[in-house]
C-alpha cells in the first residue's frame, strides 16, 4: 500500500500489432480516475519492424506526456495458433523495452485476473467488463475500442490488486 498521499498514476496496456489499447488510470485516496484511454492502430500493409517502431514512437508519447508510475498489461496467452500470437507477443516486447527506458516496472495480468478484478467472476464477459469498468473509474473518457476498454481494466487490475493484496494466479 503507497505510505503517502500522492496520485498512483498507471498504464495500462492491451497489447496488439495491428490495434493496441491503452489508458491511463489515477487513484488517488483510493478513487479512480481515466486520464486517457485510446487505440493505436498500425496497418497490417507495413513491414513488422515499421509497424512496431510506430507503436514504440506513440507509446512513448503518452508515457511523456501523463508521467505514469508503472505499466500494466495483459499477459498474453495463445492455445491453438501460434502464428496469430506472435505480433501480439512482439508488441508486448516493445511495452517491456519502452518501461525499461522509462524506469518503469511492469505488472502482467491474464484476462481471468481482469475479469476477476473488475467484474468479481472470471466467466465476465467483455460487455461485463466494460460495464463495470464505467462504474469504477470518474472522468470516463469514453474508450474509442474494446481494446482501449480492456486497457482500462488492466490498470483497474493493478490498483485493486495492490488494494486487497496480489491476485492469486489461476492456472
Known amino acids: 500500500m503507497r505510505v503517502d498521499s500522492r496520485p498512483l498514476r498507471v498504464l495500462g496496456i492491451d497489447p496488439g500489432l495491428t490495434r493496441m489499447g491503452y489508458a491511463v488510470v489515477q487513484e488517488t485516496s483510493g478513487n479512480l ?3 486517457v ?3 493505436l492502430v498500425t ?17 512513448r508519447l503518452v508515457v511523456g506526456e501523463w508521467r505514469p508510475d508503472v505499466v500494466s498489461c495483459e499477459r498474453l ?3 491453438a495458433n501460434a502464428a496469430s500470437a506472435v505480433p501480439a507477443i512482439q508488441s508486448s516486447g516493445i511495452v517491456l523495452l519502452l518501461a525499461a527506458q ?4 511492469v505488472h502482467e ?4 485476473q481482469v475479469k476477476l478484478a473488475v467484474v468479481g467472476n472470471g466467466t465476465a464477459t467483455k460487455k461485463q467488463v466494460q460495464y ?4 469504477l473509474v470518474r472522468g470516463f473518457p469514453q474508450p474509442d475500442s474494446a481494446d482501449a476498454a480492456d486497457a482500462l481494466g488492466v490498470a483497474i ?10 491476485l492469486q494466479a489461476v492456472r
Open 37 to 39: 484511454c485510446g487505440t
Open 77 to 79: 496467452f495463445f492455445s
Open 102 to 105: 522509462s524506469g518503469l516496472t
Open 109 to 112: 495480468y491474464t484476462p481471468l
Open 33 to 35: 480516475q481515466a486520464l
Open 43 to 59: 496497418s497490417p500493409m507495413q513491414v513488422t519492424s515499421s509497424r512496431l517502431m510506430m507503436l514504440f514512437e506513440q507509446l
Open 157 to 166: 487490475t493493478h490498483l485493486s490488486s495492490r488494494r486487497l493484496g496480489e
Open 132 to 135: 463495470m469498468v464505467e462504474r
